[in-house]
């Protein structure tokens, strides 16, 4: 497929876009500084501002899919300025006529227990706040979002550089947790799940989740 990575460098962006490579996909890399990006043949770089909603319009055109690992963890204002950022994707794949749009989504928004997510307990670190409060105002905006075939994958409360083993579980809207209980995911194998769902859609309009 021809697809656009927004974010290509990040942490969890980079293991999308090695991924993504490596199964012969074709990627535009949305990116701040692509000079960062690896050499490939079937990678292009763009230096596309995120807020820039013509510019990424125009970015995205004549693509199959948008992937957005887009993230404001780096801003001051992290939930505001994530928010503007996801309304600029969410309005340039609707004016560039894409149809498809997968989300790297947070584990702040699955629950833990019926009506309670991960974000509202007392435990949940302050410094991801702002992030984990943003990825669940973009997971409300994709559920009233009706013209665009969108789709959520939120990692395990601990995603983490790991192995790339292509074993774990899948769920819905509550937190994944091992027999140990613990809930975690390698980036790798968070990758190859949200690439199996660029290839396999199995979740359209849905949020799921992926940890072992």
């Given at each position: ?73 780096a801003q001051t204002d992290v939930r505001d300025y994530y928010v ?128 072992y």
């Open positions: 497929m021809n697809i656009v990575l927004i974010g290509a460098t990040g942490f969890i962006g980079s293991a999308l876009l090695s991924e993504a490579l490596a199964r012969g996909h074709k990627v535009t890399a949305i990116v701040q500084h692509p000079e960062k990006l690896p050499a490939h043949a079937s990678l292009t770089g763009a230096a596309v501002n995120v807020l820039d909603t013509g510019t990424l319009t125009q970015t995205l055109e004549g693509h199959d899919a948008v992937l957005s690992a887009f993230s404001g963890h503007a950022g996801f309304k600029s994707i969410l309005t340039a794949t609707k004016a560039s006529a894409l149809q498809r749009l997968l989300v790297v989504g947070g584990a702040g928004s699955l629950e833990v227990a019926p009506g309670l997510q991960v974000v509202d307990t007392p435990e949940f670190p302050e410094q991801w706040k702002g992030t984990a409060l943003g990825a669940r105002d973009a997971l409300d905006l994709l559920r009233s979002e009706t013209s665009l075939d969108w789709t959520m994958l939120s990692p395990s409360a601990y995603i983490h550089p790991g192995e790339r083993t292509g074993v774990f579980r899948l769920g819905g809207d509550q937190l994944l947790v091992d027999s140990a209980g613990k809930s975690e995911i390698s980036v790798q194998d968070y990758a190859v799940a949200l690439i199996d769902e660029l290839e396999q859609h199995q979740h359209s309009k849905q949020r799921f989740t992926v940890g």
